[in-house]
């Protein structure tokens, strides 16, 4: 189901019942871009991409997210009917609309844009009919104003100019007030200090009322565009009523203006699992888009993760990885050859039918189906709306069904017991204990944790060299790797950092960097500083702590929605039984 802003309204409850009703779901993004550097950060002594542990990859991550934004936004819902799961799948296009002061700016990336450009998609209705939006916890910060009114700081005039201003005012208000004859009262355009001079004589009770003072006011536009306010006279009923419906129209435009936030809003209540392929970014931009600018450290952006998906977050790349990481033939990972690979059967290559020999795999064609009214894609050929959110989204989700009932025949744990009318939730530890992690590329880390311990490599085979002496800084890594080589030490790789100031160096294995490479560099560097990989961490650590504090300095009066709808969110969570206890444990239909 495509979704705009033209029946965003209309579609919303569909999406909450969807959500309600399902046993998990799966999204997927697209984006304006992804990378806003040339990711190589060698100069400023920041280690090659493989070795980034969390915090330096989530700082990528947050530049990204807070330079780009997502266009295309797909959901798809999987509830199991006994037989088959029934998939419902959205389409939303999201565009971030200027509501007062959030004036939002993003890049565009050349390659991004040109790509989806060649997947056919629609610019024009992006921009025109994409739904708005504004973090959550930006709409909850405004719409707690309207409930509780900040006190305002009384101006006090020091202009002559303004003091008169302010005793014609009174003047003139009340003469109006004991003359009847005149239903309006337009006071003369002034400046926006003045006007506002204007607007807190009006608020007080000087003109005999009380409660309120026998009138409202009006801002409009006089000659020139120059706006004027305007008294009109109402009884103390019908200024209430007029404060009652400025204050609807106020919390309407609000809600409005913040749009697609709601659907996150509606994941996050279900909690329902989530699941997605290769969904470091699309976590990352949904969450700072709809729901709160991200926060300074990988830590609290954790924290951030669980509060969004209570009923824990799966990567089908990552499941995919691990159950057929020993077949004979390699497997593709991509999210459209898994697809291809688990459901199509008939319309496999030869080349794909002997890999799905390999890996064991009996094609799922039935397993998922789409339900009455969400049949965009059920008539189009395996691949044909690739790089669509909608589509994506729903291959995501297919997929994942697939790799779950793949893993039940593996562990052979099928039941076909009944609990409440359906089939009893399938339970199984490779898939458990994947719950709450990211597959990782580029990196000697398998994935990444948002929940428990993490599994970060010691890395003690690399040797770090630092404070090198001008005479015997090397610019480029293969020099000192062939003088190494000289030496008997072959296969050895050095990163050289901070344009030769640094260097790291990669032996073979921990033994040989101990017991052969500390010494061996100790006396080819003697006046520079010899030691381990964790005192580079130990620099890279320090030089980061001061960037995050200048963050969490320049961000400490953001909103944050860990304190907003808690008890609602966690009253949800306990009444369904589907989806993990408390983040932890998982039952999927």
Not at 19 to 25: G, I, N, S, T, V
Not at 474 to 482: D, Q, Y
Request: proline share 5%; glycine share 6%; hydrophobic share 35%.
């Amino acid at each position: 189901m495509e979704v705009t802003r033209h029946n965003f309204r209309e579609t919303l409850p569909l999406v909450g019942e969807a959500l309600d009703a399902c046993q998990f779901y799966a999204f997927d993004c697209e984006m304006t871009g992804l990378f806003v550097s040339d990711r190589n950060g060698l100069a400023e002594g920041k280690p090659p991409a493989y070795l980034h542990d969390m915090e330096d990859r989530y700082e990528e991550i947050l530049q990204s997210s807070e330079a780009f934004v997502i266009n295309q936004f797909g959901l798809s819902t999987f509830e199991w009917n006994g037989s088959s799961y029934q998939a419902k799948t959205f389409n939303f296009y999201t565009f971030p609309r200027p509501f007062e002061e959030y004036q939002p700016r993003f890049l565009c990336e050349a390659s991004s844009l040109d790509f989806l450009s060649q997947h056919k998609f629609d610019f024009n209705k992006w921009i025109h009919d994409g739904i708005p939006y504004m973090p959550g916890s930006l709409r909850d910060k405004k719409l707690k104003m309207i409930e509780s009114p900040q006190r305002r700081n009384e101006i006090v005039p020091m202009a002559e100019e303004d003091k008169m201003l302010v005793a014609d005012l009174r003047v003139m208000v009340r003469k109006w007030l004991l003359h009847e004859d005149s239903a309006e009262l337009l006071l003369a355009p002034v400046n926006a200090y003045q006007r506002a001079l204007q607007y807190q004589e009006l608020r007080k009770d000087q003109f005999g009322y009380s409660d309120p003072p026998g009138f409202y006011t009006d801002k409009v536009d006089g000659e020139n565009g120059r706006a004027m306010i305007k008294l009109v006279r109402a009884s103390s009923e019908e200024v209430a009523q007029r404060e009652k419906d400025l204050l609807e129209q106020r919390r309407n435009a609000i809600i409005e203006a913040s749009g697609f936030s709601e659907v996150l809003d509606l994941m996050r209540i279900s909690g329902k699992p989530a699941v997605g392929h290769n969904y470091s970014f699309d976590v990352a931009y949904s969450l700072h888009s709809f729901v709160s600018p991200l926060p300074s450290s990988w830590e609290e952006y954790r924290k951030l993760v669980q509060w969004q998906f209570p009923g824990g977050i799966f990567d089908t790349k990552l499941i995919a990885k691990k159950l057929f990481g020993n077949c004979s033939e390699p497997i593709d990972t991509s999210l459209g050859s898994l697809y291809n690979l688990l459901t199509v059967g008939d319309f496999l290559s030869e080349e794909s039918r002997l890999i799905t020999e390999a890996a064991s795999v009996s094609p799922r064609q039935d397993l998922v189906l789409h339900s009455q009214g969400f049949d965009k894609y059920a008539h189009i050929a395996p691949g044909e709306l690739a790089h669509e959110a909608g589509y994506d989204a729903f291959m995501t989700g297919t997929v994942f069904a697939c790799l779950v009932a793949h893993a039940s025949d593996i562990a052979e744990t099928s039941s076909s017991e009944e609990e409440d009318g359906q089939l009893s939730s399938m339970r199984f530890d490779v898939i458990e204990s994947l719950a709450w992690k990211m597959h990782l590329t580029r990196s000697d880390m398998e994935y990444a944790a948002f929940s428990g311990q993490e599994d970060v490599p010691p890395r003690q085979h690399i040797i770090y060299v630092r404070n090198i002496p001008e005479h015997l800084q090397v610019r480029r890594g293969n020099e000192l790797s062939r003088d190494l080589a000289k030496k008997g030490l072959s296969g050895v790789r050095v990163t050289v950092l901070e344009n030769g100031l640094k260097a790291l160096i990669e032996f073979p294995d921990a033994e040989t960097a101990s017991n052969v490479g500390l010494p061996l560099l100790t006396e080819m560097y003697q006046d520079a500083d010899v030691q381990e990989y964790s005192a580079f961490r130990e620099d890279v650590k320090a030089k980061r702590d001061l960037v995050i504090n200048k963050r969490k300095e320049k961000s400490r009066f953001r909103p944050r929605p860990l304190d907003t709808e808690t008890k609602n969110s966690s009253s949800k969570k306990q009444k369904g039984k589907d989806g993990l206890d408390q983040g932890i444990k998982c039952s999927i239909m």
